[in-house]
């Protein structure tokens, strides 16, 4: 009997002791995945498995209410610099648990022998200090704060972002091409989405690729020809397009502070003598242009059908479609009358203006 307890409480330590199996960061629940639609199961920033790094991920909102998940606190980072984002919002998966707990209370393992998510060093929460510092003696690290670790994450981006490019253009953007090239519908067109989870969910649910034993294709060919697709091929795409509108890498929109680059799609710019904004959709253009008409010299706009850019007090416009752009409810620009009244009556528009009808409080309205 003695032997029994004895062999029974030895058993019982072994499987509490994370140092004596291989720590994963996969779920052994079933996820918990907040983001609405079929994109849901995947990183908004950068397109990775939410399940497959759920021990890693966090939560936030968005100034709209809209839910984001990420597959690290790197990509929760790189969001913040983009949004508006309330930190008090922000929730992370507790190791142990995984049950999503508030960030800003949790305790951070940060540097420890787990293998980190998008990041050269890895952060792991926990709900207690406690658990932090059994993690942190097994298996390395220093016990943090929400505010420290983020920090940390701040401070390490442009690292990681070398780092993980530079293994993109070795490997994943190259095995991306090729399956694109080989299995994939050629129609497929990435600024139809306005973030790269959506693109990787279409490509899976509409069987866009196939590989050529007629499977879906996994996890690893899945991400590699949705990065390939979203961060190459697009902007080549559009470097090899006349008469689009160019934007930089660093070009904000002053309204919302978003990426406007990120949404070619719905670049709009605003000229004046000297210097010129852009911005992610008509809609913020005109919040901007309603506040600082005087010494503008052009403003042109992206046509929602040819991609090209068109003059925006010539364009027509269609308000309160069933379509939207970055900031959600948006306001379409169309060269053509006809083409716009098409729209208009296909996407349950609610009215078509010209670019002297649009009002500043129809504009404000759709927020």
């Known amino acids: 009997m003695k032997k029994t307890t004895l062999f029974l409480g030895t058993f019982l330590l072994l499987l509490s002791s994370p140092s004596l199996f291989a720590f ?9 995945l907040l983001q609405s639609g079929n994109h849901k199961h995947w990183c908004s920033v950068c397109g990775m498995s939410i399940k497959m790094n759920y021990k890693t991920s966090h939560t936030s909102k968005l100034p709209s209410g809209k839910n984001r998940q990420y597959c690290s606190i790197r990509c929760l980072a790189l969001d913040m610099l983009e949004h508006k984002i309330n930190v008090n919002e922000v929730k992370v998966i507790d190791v142990l648990n995984e049950e999503l ?14 293998k980190g998510t998008m990041t050269k060093v890895s952060k792991l929460a926990f709900i207690n200090t406690e658990s932090a510092e059994d993690f942190s003696i097994e298996n390395g690290g220093e016990v943090v704060s929400f505010d420290k670790a983020i920090n940390i994450a701040n401070k390490s981006l442009e690292s990681d972002i070398q780092m993980i490019n530079k293994k993109k253009k070795k490997k994943i953007y190259p095995m991306g091409k090729k399956i694109f090239e080989n299995v994939c519908n050629k129609d497929i067109e990435p600024n139809n989405y306005l973030e790269i989870n959506e693109l990787k969910s279409a490509i899976k649910n509409k069987n866009l690729c196939e590989a050529k034993n007629g499977e879906e294709l996994k996890e690893k060919e899945l991400q590699a020809v949705s990065i390939y697709l979203w961060e ?11 008469n689009t509108i160019k934007v930089t890498q660093n070009e904000k929109c002053p309204i919302c502070g978003m990426f406007v680059y990120k949404y070619p799609k719905w670049a709009a710019q605003i000229f004046y003598a000297n210097f010129h904004f852009s911005f992610d959709g008509v809609k913020d253009m005109m919040k901007y242009y309603f506040q600082h008409k005087d010494g503008i010299s052009k403003i042109i706009v992206t046509d929602y059908y040819s991609q090209k850019a068109i003059n925006a007090q010539e364009a027509y416009y269609v308000i309160g479609s069933d379509v939207y752009g970055p900031m959600g409810d948006e306001i379409i620009p169309f060269k053509n009358e006809s083409e716009a009244k098409t729209f208009y009556i296909d996407h349950k528009g609610v009215k078509v203006l010209n670019f002297i009808d649009i009002k500043k409080e129809e504009v404000n309205k759709l927020d």
Not at 24 to 32: A, D, G, Q
Not at 101 to 114: E, M, P, Q
Not at 232 to 238: C, G, N, S
């Open 24 to 32: 994963t960061k996969e779920s052994t629940l079933e996820p918990l």
């Open 101 to 114: 707990i508030d960030a800003r209370t949790a305790f951070y393992v940060v540097g420890s022998d787990v």
């Open 232 to 242: 190459v091929k697009r902007f080549e795409d559009l470097a090899k397009a006349d």
